[in-house]
């Protein structure tokens, strides 16, 4: 069999990242197939390793602007499918006039009304909106769907009534096993402060303001705490940020923004942080979080389903729009080290069980069992 994998907008993120670990872990003829196409822009397939099952199909219209993948993906996409493949995967949930059809969902917002409210009326609000109709409509019209959590599935299946009788499955991401760091016990006693990192882009369902402000009253109690973000941002949430750091000009060295780094550099900030916060609001799975939770570190996360799910007891709960909630999580992690690092290392026992092994094997034995139904 060949299987087709659309991934006509992934350009960066987790989506490229999920990308490149599929087909780096991946055994395709374990499962019958034989040949993967793969379309995604130039700027992709060469991120992408190479496999000899692989063949990166360029398609020019792919590395223009949005209308044009757009019509790429309603034009020639299921034209293209028909002609070469025997099932496709699409990675972006796009509608597809093709079967069998497998798509995965690993975007939360167009499925949360009160996130997706959070953007005002703006672009990035029109885009969630037409991504909620179009995506409801993938999966309406797929033959299979994954899911990157149980509670991503559920929240989901309250608004797409056909999804209770259509396959579905399961399929979590992996860990890279770079974040995995052995804390060292006892070792912060030495510090001045505790640095707390999080680690994600500055957006509006990302709550930074909320952290940071927590951290800098804390700061100014007396406790020796400090706050390092890292990721890229949304400009009217970096404004938001921005407007509560003011608050607290007589503490600029508290709380350090460092903008975006690049993946490949992120391990070295956890390595050298103390303790790990998600403060997020809407999740699909939680990949910062699963790379917390992997550096052995305490971790301080929102109290949201998804993140329940996978850190389970090992964590610090707190609501993320909640400063004095905030704050009551950070003392717990402070007053009570020894507590803490326990749970540190119970959440690192509990990120061991995420591979992109047994991922690439989930999601491919899954591609297999629907297109035996069309055999």
Known sequence: MTLALDASNIRAGGGLAHLQELI??????????????????????????????????????L????????????????????????????LCANPVDFHPYVTICQNQLPFAP??????????????????????????????????????????????????????????PHGLNRRFETLSKVGE????????????????????QWHLAEAVLQLAAEGLPVALDLIGPAYPPALRRLRAALARYPKQPAVVQYHGAVPYEDIHRFYQQADMLAFASSCETFGMILLEAMASGKPVLASDIPVNREHLGASGFYFDPEDVSSIKRAIRAVLTNREAAREKGRQAQERARAFTWERTAAETFAFLEEISADFR
């Open 114 to 171: 009160k996130e997706r409210r959070r953007y005002g009326w703006s672009a990035m609000r029109l885009r969630l909106e037409v991504l909620s109709q179009t995506q409801k409509k993938a999966f309406r019209e797929a033959d299979g769907v994954i899911f990157l959590s149980q509670a991503s599935q559920e929240e989901i299946r309250q608004q797409v009534a056909t999804l209770q009788d259509k396959p579905t499955r399961v399929v």
């Open 24 to 61: 780096a872990h991946a055994e395709p003829e374990q499962f019958g197939f034989k040949r993967v196409i793969l379309w995604a822009p130039a700027s992709t397939l060469e991120k992408i390793p190479d496999r000899p099952w692989l063949a990166k199909d360029e398609q020019p219209l």
């Open 188 to 207: 912060e006693e030495s510090k001045s402060s505790f640095r707390l990192l999080y680690v994600s882009i500055i957006d509006v369902y990302k709550h």
């Open 63 to 90: 590395n223009r602007g949005l209308p044009w993948r757009m019509y790429w993906v309603w034009r020639h996409l299921p034209r293209l499918a028909r002609k070469h493949s025997d099932i496709l995967f699409g």
